[in-house]
């Protein structure tokens, strides 16, 4: 069977992670007998350049067209102009938008040999496995009014953190239905304590929660969830909570996995996959930025990337021992002691970008 995957690699090491995304997914096909055809299309700062548009016509068309799309990043100092009419980052909420990706997967999975990567103690770390699920198309990023201007007293700007009730019950209903997959604990994440918006995700989420007798619910205030994520990390198995918060605290999260260039993302949307067996349609990306101090210097992680294709065989394309193997072959690897420089520790085998993605498509094959 053909499966057809938009790649939009955007900016700073975006195109180098995706690049051994795909050498991952190629040798998969060679591997299980499928065929995986692969469109390129401009997003962020390369497409501002190139067209005007973080977002151009083309590159929309060519997603909807896919089967599901593989991410890179967006953004950069070159196109940092507070003042700028257009930047990198409109592309990416643009497309989340235009294709209704509205429940952002971010699983975090401490792996034992990289336990030394992160600051924390590593009895803390022991059997870490959590999921965030972060609202992705409302909130602050997307609620009007939104504005500056200028006043006889100074500059001004306003945003708006804006939900409605439909929009808060599916994705937290992702996030009931996760629980349900997993160990049964939802932790929904708010500041009702001072937000209207909050107490309304509280509410839908406690009427929801009688629909799910059998998943465990609580609901955190932000910041005590921000603390407990570091303090006792093992608490947590599925985690959902609003915008701006889950994208916060993911980050957060990164910290006990050792790297953002660890941990993958799956942003699901309204629609079906069209494939016998597959999911939602999806979008696919590390959960780290552009980076573009390293960009070129062969020195980025493309776990994360490779790890969000196998989301991506999983989730969309409903191919689990595809996306299996996938993580077992990046396993190996990481058992075999190989490490790009945001995870080496003494006595590891230091890799670059290249070379790591070539180790895992080695440890692919047959």
């Known amino acids: ?76 100092p070159r ?97 009931f239905e996760l629980a349900r997959g997993r160990r049964k604990r939802l932790a929904s994440v708010d500041k009702a304590n001072v937000l209207a918006s909050s107490r309304l995700w509280r509410e839908i989420a406690t009427e929801l929660s009688r629909d799910y007798p059998d998943v465990e619910l609580r609901h955190l205030l932000v910041d005590t969830c921000a603390m407990q994520l570091v303090q006792r990390p093992r608490d947590f198995d599925v985690i959902v909570t609003e915008n701006m918060f889950g994208d916060i605290l993911t980050d957060e999260a990164a910290v006990l996995a050792g790297s953002m260039g660890m941990l993958p993302s799956a942003s699901l949307g309204t629609r079906q996959g069209d494939k016998p067996g597959g999911g939602r349609f999806g979008l696919y990306e590390p959960i780290h930025g552009s980076a573009p101090d390293i960009a070129g210097k062969e020195i980025a992680n493309p776990l994360a990337a490779i790890l969000s294709a196998a989301m991506l065989l999983r989730l969309s394309l409903g191919l689990e021992r595809e996306a299996a193997a996938v993580e077992t072959s990046v396993d190996t690897v990481l058992a075999d002691g190989y490490r790009t420089p945001d995870i080496a520790s003494p006595g590891m085998k230091q890799v670059g970008t290249q070379e790591m993605g070539r180790l895992v498509v080695e440890r692919t094959r047959p």
């Open 79 to 175: 196109w940092d102009d507070p003042k700028a009419p257009t930047r990198p980052e409109d592309g990416l909420l643009a497309i989340r938008k235009q294709l209704q990706l509205f429940a952002n997967l971010r699983p975090v999975k401490v792996r034992p040999l990289l336990a030394g990567a992160s600051p924390l103690k590593p009895d803390l770390l022991e059997g870490v496995d959590l999921v965030v699920v972060r609202e992705l198309t409302g909130g602050l990023y997307f609620g009007r009014p939104k504005r500056r201007w200028q006043t006889s007293r100074g500059r001004r700007a306003v945003d708006t953190l804006s939900y409605k009730e439909d929009e808060i019950a599916r994705v937290l209903r992702v996030g």
């Open 1 to 76: 069977m053909e499966y057809k995957i938009a790649i939009l690699g955007g900016d700073g090491i975006g195109p180098e992670v995706t690049a051994e995304a795909v050498k991952v997914l190629q040798a998969i096909g060679k591997r299980f007998g499928h065929t995986f055809s692969f469109r390129q299309g401009l997003v962020g700062g390369v497409a501002i350049d190139n067209t005007g548009s973080a977002l151009p016509p083309e590159t929309l068309r060519i997603a909807r067209e896919s089967d599901s799309v593989l991410f890179g990043a967006v953004g950069g």
